[in-house]
């Protein structure tokens, strides 16, 4: 099976940055669509970021992140990144990396069949 684990959470102060990782297990990791989500304490989950496999890499964003969360991915290392600019104090939340064998970025969580533990993001005003 897949395993994801995130790293890179932590406080900042709003206007500040941060850049999550997720590192998978597998050797098919080229082929899965990956994504991001997010949840604040007594709120949904909500969608942040998505990527296509590689070959075709296309990204999506929610408008509350775009032009200022980027996420990208290595293949090589078995990892995706999310960069995270001008954070605000609304950004605070426990992220999560998703795996969706089908290869394809979505931005609902129906599609992703594997998920991290989630790394605590924190911004302060």
């Known amino acids: 099976q897949v395993q994801l684990v995130e790293s890179g959470g932590g406080l900042v102060q709003a206007g500040g940055s941060l850049r999550l990782s997720c590192a998978a297990s597998?050797?098919?990791?080229?082929?899965?669509?990956m994504g991001w989500f997010r949840q604040a304490p007594g709120k949904e989950r909500e969608f942040v970021a998505a990527?296509?496999?590689?070959?075709?890499?296309?990204?999506y964003y929610a408008d509350s992140v775009k032009g200022r969360f980027t996420i990208s991915r290595d293949n090589a290392k078995n990892t995706v990144y999310l960069q995270m600019n001008s954070l605000k104090p609304e950004d605070t939340a426990v992220y999560y990396c998703?795996?969706?064998?089908?290869?394809?970025?979505?931005?609902?969580?129906?599609?992703?069949?594997?998920w991290g533990q989630g790394t605590q993001v924190t911004v302060s005003s």
């Open positions: 998703a795996a969706a064998p089908c290869g394809l970025a979505s931005n609902t969580d129906k599609s992703y069949d594997y």
């Open positions: 597998g050797r098919t990791f080229s082929s899965y669509g």
């Open positions: 990527i296509s496999w590689s070959g075709g890499s296309i990204s």
